[in-house]
């Protein structure tokens, strides 16, 4: 695994634990969260998250890889990723 070179905030997602932007050396984009799905949704609201990687890959255009519960991986970004990522996540609920 390679090392993460910094760190992004985001905000407007989960205010029990906001998601991170990792970009790391080898420039990919790990989308990392405290809580998937948010910690104030209910059971009757869980399956609007399971396909959060096909919502967040339309939102950016680019394919996602969910790594695991609370990770989600972009390969390959563009220059304009970290925009649409910031965008769709202050922006999802």
């Known amino acids: 695994m ?3 070179e910094r760190e992004i905030q985001l905000s407007g997602f ?7 932007i990792q ?11 405290e809580f998937m799905p948010p910690s ?3 059971e ?6 399971d396909d959060f990687d096909a ?9 996602v890889i969910w790594d695991d519960r609370e990770r989600f991986i972009i390969a390959e970004p563009n220059p ?6 910031r965008t769709f996540i202050e ?3």
């Open 80 to 85: 304009d990723t970290i925009d649409k990522i």
């Open 14 to 20: 989960d205010e029990m634990g906001e998601p991170v």
């Open 91 to 93: 922006h999802y609920r």
């Open 44 to 49: 009757n609201g869980m399956e609007f998250f």
């Open 23 to 33: 970009v790391m050396t080898d420039r990919s984009l790990h989308l990392q969260f």
């Open 40 to 42: 104030d949704i209910d």
């Open 2 to 4: 390679d090392n993460i």
């Open 55 to 63: 919502q967040l890959s339309k939102a950016i255009g680019l394919p």
